[in-house]
């Protein structure tokens, strides 16, 4: 069944609310159900995502659009008058060449695509905002999720904008700066005892029990996880209309990844980018890595873990799309490969001495994963590579406070100076 | 003598290492001297600024440029080959329309320039950005500043990306957050015994012995000064090429609200703009406000202060540029006012919990003197106003930290949830 002859929308949806989405399309049977608050597959409980009828889509009409995710509009479950609505205008962040950090890695031609520009400074602020976009849409009156940090934030600092009832759920040991950085924007800021796990549980507990809560990340989730799409849109537009041959992408969830090559599809069959072949890389710190030992197994299915590593935005012991993730990398030539945390400090420090970017652990991951991947014989040096920091360093300074700090101490005098031997 | 028939730069200089630039100029006796790491004037010891002789240039031309402050380069001192130079790639950060903030004070049509999005989260990437130019067309060995905090993040930061020998200097008893947030990117951080007057002159002391040296903020000041036009260029082209009719900006130096200024004086003469009144109010916070206090003695001249104030990146006792800063205040019908601490701790929640903007220290003092403004009747309620946010909250969380939290703190049932009251 074609997306396109998908059933109507469901009741009270004012036209065009979803923009060129037209129904929900069960990941694993391909069964399809009307745009609503839905995110299991009503014939076999599979995962939902978002199916489209594409109009066609020009280069210019694009690069016309506003300098946010909104330019992408057409391809995104928005509609078409997103932009004036008030949200966060994320995205359209940083490509930067990293000459540098490729000469130490030796790779010939590196990218790195640098998320923490972000209003929250996190990725996660694209794929709030097309769930706000979708609560809104939907009727919703909460804007709600679980989280132990960059969703927080970024959830608590949408809701605000957008003048929403936002609650969040954290779990009550949370890092006082990670507290602060979501209760600034809101007064509804809930504390549970127990652990992250315990968190998600109670708010999928609540989204079941309550009318009109959006739980970003659970039952308004197909539309948030096409936010990560904006990722590859963005990686290709920023090089010139072009797909890169390798990308290294961080592992928590897995949906960032798999979006990220469904945006690549999408793009190759608008005719907006050549059909040229890439391969997707996945990073896991490897305190939590259970996509990648099922890669180097040779297993489909994920065995989750119990999460012990400083990269705690990674830190999902049961992936969701962690299969999805197995299927991306071993279709498109890629691989999952795994980092200790010694490495991600290391990682952190690397990139930010050779490019000047202070990524938070999740990009410390991702940065030593890449060069795991070189240093095995995984990645071609010769190829055109682009890795993804994904967060901020600011939000993690624990992780690297005790590694770095003042070359010397002294008097504030000319001589005294002079003796550090810095000149 | 016009801009234009200045001497030749310096002998060494690449032709159009500085792009439309011709020489620099004396703020006081309007003396010239060509191009070169020079600060002051030598016939009165005023400070410099750059002059140019600008071409024609046209809207299309600045919008077919990077998303970044280079679209600008025209109207920069910097070359036409700058965008591909490593470096930060800062600016164009985002114009939000404010709906909630202006109806939380009453005015019909706010906006806020949001400066934390900038790579390392302050509008020092701008200005740090030129200096950095400057540095390498004059052939400069050591790139370098004295700074308390977003200044060393940047300079930093910029440095390592550049590949430049990078040399910061800090007091010796600063916050860990703002040490690790310079020290990650550079070995050659240097902790002085003193304050920051202190360390501010062993830079200068530096800067007269060794050759070579570019202290951003000292020899090569009249470069990086540029840098912050371009918040005023963004503006401007944010608005669809029009002026607003206030702005309110942070004095710390002055330097910022004098170039956003002349940035919209030079986009009147190059007839980018039409030619409509603004005023520019000026914020400080109580325990540094100098140039507030100035202005309302009817004073041409700043006394200095000793600064006490949790607005840290604002706490410049005698600013350079605080006489201008009151011309242009008063020249455009501005003002400039200041806050207590207890309002800029305000003023920094009011913006989360309007727009989802966590701002730092500096920005709630901007808020808040925008809310005094309204209030005392200094601001009209119905022209179109801008407020600059001009750095990052998650660097001065201590201002807010034992304001916000949890709103509860429950057991992980349904049961404890509903019992807060939330539903």
Redesign the interface.
Known sequence: MSTSTLAAPAAGLREGAFGNATGLVCRECRATQPLGPFYACQECFGPLEIGYDFPAVTREQIEAGP??IWRYQPLLPVPADIASS?N??PG?T?L??A??LGRELGLKNLWVK?DS?????SFKDRVVAIALSAARELDMK?FACPSTGNLANAV??????A?MKT?VF?P?DLE??K???S????????????NYD??N??AS??AG??DGWAFVNVNVRPYYAEGSKTLGFEVAEQLGWRLPQQVVIPVASGSQLTKVDKGFQELVSLGLVEDTPYKIFGAQAHGCSPVSAAFKDGHDVVRPVKPDTIAKSLAIGNPADGPYVLDVARRTGGAIEDVTDEEVRDG??LL???????AETAGGVTIATLKKLVETGQLDPEAETVVFNTG????T?DA??DR???????????TA?TA?G??
């Open positions: 300098k946010n008030p966060m205008e359209f940083r930067l060449k000459h540098n640098d520009g972000n209003p929250t400074h909460v608590a600092a949408a809701g605000a904008r003048g609650v954290i009550h006082i700066p507290v602060v950085a209760a600034i924007y809101t007064n509804s800021l809930v504390a549970v005892r127990g315990d968190v549980r109670l507990e609540i029990e309550e952190i420090q930010a001495r050779t490019e000047g970017i202070f901020d360093g600011l939000k300074l690297v406070a770095v700090g003042p070359a010397a101490t002294i008097d504030p005098s000319y100076f550090i810095l000149v």
